[in-house]
């Protein structure tokens, strides 16, 4: 199994939107609506932020969206703000689970 | 709200094996879901180490699966991981995860990690 391809970062300014990309293959991404996305900031653990595709947990912002096109799962930040700022990790079902590299998100 | 907590040794000596524990609280483990290792090498990205259901039945990472055991205690409440053989490779901070009850899904919520350096 291969690590799904991420930009290694990514940045917007305040209130702007920005948009990560997650691509994959037939047998993870596109293959499945599995996919999840954390956050994580420095020395923390990761925090689940959108699972299945597109769905947000329990007190995460709706300012954080998710989606799918064929292979490629996206993540979008709408309204950034500071706190915003941290790394991006995708995963998806594969038969088994595989992460994406990371995405470091920097608010200018 | 459910608590995951790691423990185990900070320092491994190579060739030697890992051991790691993951006690659960707030949720009983024998009542479902998957529960899952994932570790991150310095300053690097994450790695599915590998998962069990509540029932026992186990699933690793294809290039860690010769090496790695995970097992659940339901009397304690807790979940282990053991890898063996280690090298400095597998320095990494080791988290544990509640996963998704259905399938090797989502994971939530994460403990907090502990670091495990390989090194004599």
């Known amino acids: 199994q291969s690590a799904l391809t991420q930009p290694p970062s990514a940045s917007g300014s305040p209130g702007q939107s920005v948009t990560i990309s997650c691509t994959g293959t037939s047998s993870d991404v596109g293959g499945y609506n599995y996919v999840s996305w954390y956050q994580q900031h420095p020395g923390k653990a990761p925090k689940l932020m959108i699972y299945e595709v597109s769905k947000r947990p329990s007190g995460v912002p709706d300012r954080f969206s998710g989606s799918k096109s064929g292979n490629t799962a996206s993540l979008t930040v709408s309204g950034l703000q500071a706190e915003d700022e941290a790394d991006y990790y995708c995963s998806s079902y594969a038969g088994s689970v595989v992460f994406g590299g990371g995405t470091k998100l920097t608010v200018l | 709200q459910v608590q995951l907590q790691e423990s185990g040794p900070g320092l491994v000596k190579p060739s030697e094996t890992l051991s790691l524990t993951c006690a659960v609280s707030g949720y009983s483990i024998s009542s479902g879901y998957y529960w899952g290792w994932i570790r991150q090498p310095p300053g690097k990205g994450l790695e599915w180490i590998g998962s069990i259901y509540h029932s026992g039945s186990t699933y690793y990472n294809p290039s860690l699966k010769s090496r790695v055991t995970i097992s659940v205690d339901t009397s304690k409440n807790q979940f282990s991981l053991k890898l063996s053989s280690v090298t400095a490779a597998d320095t990494a901070v080791y988290y544990c995860?509640?996963?998704?009850?259905?399938?090797?899904?989502?994971?939530?919520?994460w403990g907090q990690g502990t670091l495990v350096t390989v090194s004599s």
């Open positions: 995860a509640r996963q998704d009850p259905i399938i090797l899904n989502w994971f939530d919520p």
